[in-house]
């Protein structure tokens, strides 16, 4: 989200030290009136989700994750699951 300024970024997942990231770029005109939502599956452990600015310093710009669904591999709601967390 920005206060109505172009946003430019770049989402990162990173998942462990043997994979390749999965790259995300992000623009949006106007960031305060369309800003960006995005949910993003991290399953298992030792994920990393990076947010970077990708615009210069005037544009500066405001990044929030949360946690979207944590699912818990022995409740029978989520059935077979390998312990991960989804993002938005």
């Keep these: 989200k920005t206060d109505g300024r172009p946003m430019n970024a770049r989402i990162e997942l990173l998942q462990g030290p043997n994979n390749n990231k999965q790259v995300m770029e992000v623009y949006s005109e106007d960031g305060g009136k369309r800003p960006f939502f995005g949910i993003v599956d991290t399953p298992g452990t030792g994920n990393v989700v990076r947010i ?3 615009a ?7 990044a929030c994750v949360h946690p979207y669904m944590i699912s818990d591999a022995s409740s029978p709601e989520f059935g077979e699951s390998d312990g991960g967390v989804l993002w938005r």
């Design 56 to 62: 210069t310093v005037e544009f500066p710009l405001n």
């Design 52 to 54: 970077v600015n990708t």
